[in-house]
């Protein structure tokens, strides 16, 4: 089918996502639509627990295998948004709607691409094309959970917003909680142990911490301070204080390295809620890498998490759309992105998947 055919579908596609309620974990309409779309080109499909995925017609046991992965759930709307969330419609060349650029843009995008692809020969990758779900929540059910089920992947493309540059690292996260303590009394009597007190202190060492090793791509280790929690009533010095801890890793450390510093170091109790999320990262010299940076494509380090996360192969985020949008009110993704990220991605595996 003709490039201008597929953007035109996917457009279409896009709209019917956005209409279509898709929370995290509530995605079973939205799979449906995914799997008419392989069921019009006349593409073979496996579906579990909603993540929806197809290999290319030749696929051949000897090659190596790409990943094309982007997302179909969605977060719920902020209060602020003016704009009906799950009625898509366009104004001044934007799609507006829940999903749009997080990652409705992205996926359709790389639908439109693997279809592109589908019946080539010859080509030195097999490619694997993943919608996946519960990306916003990590829900047990994601990608994550989905990858003992699938061939194994030597690289991959993550589609999320990144006005299609290419996105050759991206930062891991490990929340912790933390607990400051101190004497509980009653707040009428001398205290020098009061809890909320000894939290000043700890509060500038998170402030002033910093992480000896940086990264090129990523630059340094994150660390901020985002929930405080503590007491109950006027009267009533609490016994502890308890924080919230979000830290972006740079691909310096492993999550592990993190942990046990922090633990060491810090001036108060610490836990990890778990150590799964770890930073992901590409070799700039990957061939995938090189037919991006060939195109004129910028590479950079992410901030935020993806799916990547989920992967222990090399990957690339990559897709349509601006990540500043994301889980914003009235959200949108303008109508040329797509155009543009359909071309741009074709090219780019045009570059990458030179036949054998």
Not at 52 to 77: G, M
Not at 114 to 131: D, G, K, P, T, W
Not at 195 to 200: M, Q
Not at 228 to 250: F, K, M, T, Y
Request: hydrophobic residues 35%; charged residues 25%; aromatic residues 8%.
């Amino acid at each position: 089918m003709m490039q201008e055919k597929l953007t035109e579908k996917a457009l279409d596609l896009l709209k019917q996502l956005i209409s279509i309620q898709s929370f995290s974990s509530e995605e079973d309409k939205t799979a449906d639509a995914i799997q008419e779309w392989f069921k019009e080109f006349d593409i073979s499909f496996e579906r579990i627990h909603n993540n929806v995925f197809a290999k290319n017609k030749f696929w051949d046991d000897s090659k190596p295998t790409l990943l094309l992965n982007s997302h179909h759930d969605t977060v719920k709307p902020n209060k602020a948004y003016t704009k009906d969330p799950f009625h898509p419609h366009i104004e001044d060349g934007k799609l507006y709607g829940l999903g749009s650029n997080d990652a409705g843009g992205c996926l359709v995008s790389l639908l439109a691409t693997f279809s592109h692809f589908f019946e080539q020969e010859n080509l030195n990758h097999n490619i694997l094309m993943v919608a996946s779900v519960e990306e916003e929540s990590a829900g047990e059910n994601s990608l994550r959970g989905l990858l003992p089920h699938l061939p194994e992947i030597d690289v991959a493309i993550v589609g999320e917003p990144t006005l299609m540059d290419l996105a050759i690292a991206e930062k891991g996260l490990i929340v912790f909680d933390a607990v400051v303590k101190g004497t509980p009394s009653h707040a009428a009597h001398p205290n020098n142990d009061n809890s909320i007190y000894n939290t000043i202190e700890v509060l500038e060492w998170f402030k002033n911490y910093k992480f000896e090793k940086t990264s090129e791509a990523l630059g340094d280790v994150k660390m901020t301070v985002t929930q405080i929690n503590a007491g109950s009533q006027h009267n009533v010095v609490p016994a502890q204080v308890e924080l919230v801890i979000d830290v972006r890793v740079n691909d310096a450390y492993t999550n592990q390295e993190i942990a046990d510093l922090l633990k060491a170091e810090a001036p108060c109790e610490l836990q990890e809620r778990g150590l799964k999320l770890n930073s992901s990262k590409i070799d700039k010299n990957h061939a995938l890498v090189q037919s991006g940076i060939a195109l004129g494509r910028q590479t950079y380090g992410s901030p935020t998490l993806s799916d990547q996360a989920a992967l222990t192969c090399q990957s690339l985020k990559l897709g349509p759309g601006d990540s500043t949008r994301s889980h914003s009110a009235d959200e949108y993704i303008y109508v040329h992105e797509i155009e543009e990220g359909i071309d741009l991605y074709i090219k780019i595996l045009e570059g990458f998947l030179k036949k054998t």
